[in-house]
């Protein structure tokens, strides 16, 4: 597993990116914004993606993901570290913090998926993947998700190897037990949800708000808040970890 490092002190920040993604492209400027700048930060690309290895005998769940990226900051001597993550990677945040608490001090999830998904033909993200058979996606399905996904999206996803990328489509889509929201629900340390305003109120807002987590709505911005937004993002993130 790989990332892209900046050098600095005090606690530690890993930025962890979404499906089909890599770090650097999605967190670079927010990273280096002056709101946060300054602390050592991590870019990770998670298995599979960007810079990191494509191993074949790897599984990608939520777990795996999570029990790699363990493994990877255990190795670069990170623990307590404040934790941003994107979508799919607010997902392994969770688990991580779940199954490695040592390594985790707060969480900023940056609309991340927290419940299972059905797989469903023709939809946008993990559940158009995970409703692709492994070897069906891999032949000729990555080609109907590439005209979906969009020009920003694929821009990272044609560089995810494309098992990797159908099974943590698969991984995301399934979920953990306990749900990943559960997770997030028990979790004792600071949590930060920002979503977009634009898509409503969150879903299960109100039971996540009385179990601590602070549910933050974001104006004129997509999915992609911290690039869609990336003054609103840097001053909300460093709010968050100032709290």
Do not use: Q
Not at 73 to 100: F, K, N, P, Q
Not at 150 to 175: E, F, K, N, V, Y
Not at 181 to 198: D, G, K, M, N, V
Request: include cysteine; charge should be negative.
């Amino acid at each position: 597993m790989r990332w892209v490092e900046l050098p600095g002190s005090d606690a530690p920040r890993v930025y962890l990116h979404g499906l089909g993604a890599t770090a650097a492209a999605y967190f670079a400027e927010a990273a280096t914004h002056p709101l946060i700048a300054g602390h050592r930060t991590l870019l990770v690309d998670l298995l599979g993606h960007g810079l990191s290895d494509r191993p074949r005998d790897f599984d990608y769940s939520l777990e795996a993901h999570a029990g790699a990226l363990a493994t990877a900051l255990t190795d670069a001597g990170v623990t307590g570290a404040e934790v941003i993550a994107h979508s799919m990677g607010g997902a392994v945040a969770i688990v991580l913090a779940d199954r490695h608490p040592e390594l985790v001090s707060r969480l900023v999830l940056v609309d991340a998926d927290l419940d299972p998904v059905e797989p469903a033909r023709g939809a946008l993200g993990s559940g158009g993947i995970a409703a692709f058979s492994e070897a069906e996606f891999v032949d000729s399905g990555w080609a109907e998700v590439r005209d979906r996904a969009g020009a920003l999206w694929w821009a990272t996803m044609r560089l995810t190897d494309r098992t990797a990328l159908h099974r943590s489509a698969r991984g995301l889509a399934r979920g953990t037990v306990p749900t990943v929201r559960e997770l997030l629900t028990h979790a004792e340390i600071p949590r930060t949800f920002l979503h977009p305003e634009a898509d409503g109120p969150l879903p299960g807002e109100d039971a996540l708000r009385e179990a601590g987590v602070s549910v933050v709505a974001v104006a004129d911005c997509g999915h992609n808040i911290m690039l869609d937004a990336p003054e609103a993002f840097a001053s909300l993130v460093a709010a968050a970890l100032a709290a």
